[in-house]
């Protein structure tokens, strides 16, 4: 997974990875034959993937900023980029921005309130490994409705970040940088903060479902109990008459105990059938590698010395702190809980 990534074009190459392009293609099978002469390379796409990217031929450069293919929004790429990412963890692909910063503890200061004292601070710029989720989302009652939904998770941190700004920069930074690589952590510890980070951010919607399901729940309710209503009346009428028979009184409590029942029945059906499930499937996870700059640092804070690792992102142009290990919130200001030794949100701490 982490050997023979693509090398990245300098900083004066306005094109995009036709490296990671090549592999891509060579991976799937096409036949790349070189025109030396024009310095440019065709490529045959074998059928499976020349379905997926609606053409079964393309033709590249390898030269530095020769080539309009890589350029920003260039359909085949866009299409490249879905196929990879839907043959699940084996899609991978890099950002380009600029990392101009120096990352310092004013940084951390004035983008997080840590509880505490803040020693040893050391700034190594990286390329951190993200995973983009991409989740399949069912919304279950009488109908069903259904979404797809990507989520960023930063794993080191284990917390989800918005994606549209990563998304945009895909085709469109060049590379300044040659950065070592962290290494993917494993897929198991994303996915629990990538269903929790969907379905959190899934909430307006299941929210705006739950309540059309509620409106329809209990107008449904209201014909039921309008149609019992009358035929309920009816029978108390009759057993009100005076000089009723025992006999005939009987049946007819035995009646309006089943109309009641019936009722409590067709309700009960009602609320089944609009009570609203959300299933959630992961679909394929693809690996974004960002460029980023990782602080660590010891925070001190009564009497433990607990060392924290953060991260400063170019493209939110923040210090991004991990998720609490106790409610999973978001915070800036978090301290070392002295018990577990680990950084917690300033809220499960009491402060
Ligand atoms: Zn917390």
Known sequence: MTNALPKFPDENDTELPSAWFEDFLKESGALLEEQPRESR???????PLAQQMETDFVSFSRAPGADALFASGSIVWERALDVALAQGTRARWHLWRPIKKTFTVNDVERDTSLVGRVKDFKA???????ALCHFHLCYISDDKREETLHVMIH??????LPADPYRAAVVSQTNELDLPEETVPPAAGVYATAVRTALMEAEPRREFHRARENRRCERESARVRGFFVGAEQDLAKRLARPGLLEEKKQALTNKIRALQLEKTKKLTDVRE?????????????GVVYTPQIRGDLILESRGVSLPVTLYWDPFFNQ????SCPQCHGLSTRMGACPKQRRLVCAEDLNL
């Open 124 to 130: 190594k710029q990286v390329y951190t490994p993200l």
């Open 41 to 47: 390379v065709d490529a045959l796409i074998p059928t």
């Open 319 to 322: 210090v991004l702190l991990p």
């Open 273 to 285: 059938k609009h009570r609203l499930t959300v299933q959630i499937q992961l679909v394929n996870v």
């Open 155 to 160: 794993p080191a941190l284990d917390r989800g």
